[in-house]
């Protein structure tokens, strides 16, 4: 039976049929060509480098902002941030940070740093880095996902059309549905086709959570005191990865709780990480269940017969 | 080859164990965590291994007793070990359960004949179905236990010697066990086949009980103590291969530079005991 003879709805319900398979296997390869058998090899202590994995640019300067904050470097009023009196971009060493203190050596909204093209070259490094690490598309990945977009197009496209031929061809035509089906399953095909992430990079955004879940548990411990103005590191460092990895929001209940409010608003995605470029993961709910380890131990004691 | 220096992964030192592995050469990790955990989190171990060598630390296999080790339990560790590839695995020479009712306590068996037996079987059957034999750590106890015909040294010597298994040495669980029995840990470790100590852990304790009856409770809470670090030096001099030093800490958390200062004290302590080994052949 030919199946280009079925009466309209039956082929109508076929050619549903035949766009998800091929959406489906077009998604099937994506994951089977991107996700890597080997794990990458990563700095997983720059907290920079985590965030843009996880939501990219924009990720790294809400990190970077809120960091600047605490430390004192910028000063935040209502939704306008500058640059302390005291700071200087010398006084750091991380280009994103001294980026970001040259925008906003005067007062200015936060939403700008999402349109500066200074501030996009500070973060490329990452980029760079994580594309090497194939955590990112480099161009070997897009190339083979616009390979196998165009097979889809043409499967999608050969068997939609060759029906719209024979229909016409017949003095038939009612085939606007059809037409529908075929520019809809294209549209679905050409949006699936390139995340911002290779599966790899979204394996590594979950692996990232689980091991610095335990960030999460003491978040109403952290508070915004102080930390050391000229680096990243010392006190800051957890709040700083806390949000690099969960984002801005998983802050919220500790001392950094204007670090959600001071980008709600500011762009269409939400600074948490659960909103963030839509390759984040479920981040919200991973804790660290398998990482809480611990010996038998424990931390009470072992029970009044020996340990470990 | 040579000497390892690491920490025991715990959640709340992940922060700082991945941001000084210029400083850490190994982590050891909980297996017993990882067992029936989602495949996802297995990866996350994976990519733990990405970025240092790991080894794998088993706490509820239960070798040193008569009783067969389950073949479900070293299944899930031969699983893991395939996943993770961990640079070695380890256990207790401990029991864990018997007649059916958990402990949830690593219990010092009877030294007997019959439990150096039963260990050399579990430890033959680990080695058969995980692929590589573990190393077995001494454990603490707060008790004689009832049953025993010879002393400590001479029990784990016995597995040791008649096992695939090499030593971990757990320096604070001797340390404990040497003042709480009155025995001599220098004595104890010239005992033991220099050429089978694979690896050491250091941890502390604290006191427990009546002034007048003391005993050291090892609780993996507070710093290292000096005589661990001391008797780490004797196993320095003593071993005739790379060790593995994990120092283990399981809460009551210091600064991570605290403890990364107690793993330099322990480098310093291992290359003393390396020194005077050299000498020595010199």
Not at chain 1, 11 to 32: D, E, N, P, Q, T
Not at chain 1, 83 to 94: D, K, L
Not at chain 2, 59 to 81: H, I, N, P, Q
Request: aromatic content about 6%.
């Amino acid at each position: 039976m030919n199946p280009f003879d079925l009466p309209g709805p039956q082929f109508l319900l076929i050619y549903i049929i035949f766009a998800g398979l091929v959406i489906s296997g077009l998604v099937f390869a994506r994951r089977r060509a991107e996700l890597s058998p080997s794990t990458a090899r990563i700095d997983l202590s720059d907290p920079y480098l985590i965030a843009f994995l996880r939501g990219g640019e924009k990720e790294v300067l809400r990190v970077a902002t809120v960091t600047l904050i605490q430390r004192g470097l910028l000063v935040r009023d209502g939704k306008q941030i500058q640059r302390a009196e005291n700071a200087s971009p010398n006084s750091v060493r991380i280009p994103v940070e001294q980026a970001l203190l040259k925008k906003y050596a005067r007062s200015g909204k936060i939403s700008w740093m999402f349109e500066d093209e200074g501030l996009s070259l500070a973060c490329e490094p990452y980029a760079r880095t994580l594309q090497r690490a194939r955590l990112l598309p480099d161009d070997y990945v897009h190339r083979g996902r616009l390979v196998r977009l165009v097979i889809a197009i043409f499967l999608l496209t050969g068997v939609g059309f060759t029906r719209v031929m024979i229909a016409l061809d017949a003095g038939r035509t009612n085939v606007g549905l059809l037409i529908v089906l075929i520019v809809a399953s294209l549209v679905i095909a050409a949006a699936i086709s390139f995340p911002r992430l290779t599966e790899t990079g979204k394996a590594m955004i979950f692996d990232v959570q689980t091991l610095y879940g335990g960030l999460r548990h003491p978040v109403s411990s952290i508070n915004a005191g102080p930390a050391s103005a000229t680096s990243a590191g010392g006190a800051g460092v957890e709040p700083m990865m806390l949000a690099a990895v969960f984002g801005v929001g998983a802050l919220a209940g500790s001392g950094f709780s204007f670090a959600d409010g001071l980008f709600r608003g500011q762009d269409k995605r939400r600074s948490n990480s659960c909103a963030s470029d839509g390759d984040c993961g479920s981040s919200c709910s991973t804790s660290s269940s398998s990482c809480s380890g611990g010996s038998s131990c424990g931390g009470g004691g072992c029970g009044g017969c020996g340990g470990s | 080859m040579r000497d390892r220096f690491g920490l025991g992964w715990r959640a709340k030192l992940a922060l700082g164990i991945l941001s000084n592995l210029d400083r850490i050469d190994i982590v050891e990790v909980i297996a017993d965590d990882y067992f029936r955990a989602p495949h996802r989190e297995r990866r996350a171990l994976r990519t733990l291994g990405a970025q240092t060598p790991v080894t794998l630390h088993g706490v509820s296999l239960g070798m040193a007793s008569s009783v067969l080790v389950e073949t479900k339990r070293l299944d899930e560790m031969a699983r893991l070990c395939d996943e993770v590839s961990p640079v070695s695995w380890s256990e207790h020479l401990a029991f864990v359960r018997g007649g059916g009712i958990e402990i949830g306590h690593l219990a010092a068996p009877p030294r007997s004949a019959a439990t150096v037996d039963g260990a050399i079987a579990n430890l033959r059957r680990a080695r058969k179905i995980v692929g590589v034999a573990p190393q077995v750590e001494n454990v603490a106890t707060l008790i004689d236990p009832p049953g025993s015909d010879r002393d400590e040294a001479t029990w784990v010597s016995e597995i040791i010697l008649h096992s695939d298994s090499d030593l971990l040495l757990d320096l604070h669980n001797l340390h404990a066990n040497s003042i709480n029995f009155n025995f001599d840990p220098v004595d104890y470790i010239t005992r033991i086949p220099p050429e089978r100590i694979g690896a050491i852990h250091l941890a502390g304790g604290k006191w427990i009980g009546r002034p007048d009856a003391r005993r050291l409770l090892d609780d993996h809470l507070h710093d290292v103590p000096d005589p661990v670090y001391q008797l780490l030096e004797k196993v320095g001099a003593c071993a005739t291969r790379p060790l593995t030093v994990i120092l283990e800490r399981d809460g009551n958390f210091p600064p991570i530079e605290w403890l990364l200062e107690q793993l330099d004290r322990a480098r310093r302590a291992v290359a003393r005991g390396r020194t005077r080994r050299s000498a020595v052949a010199a």
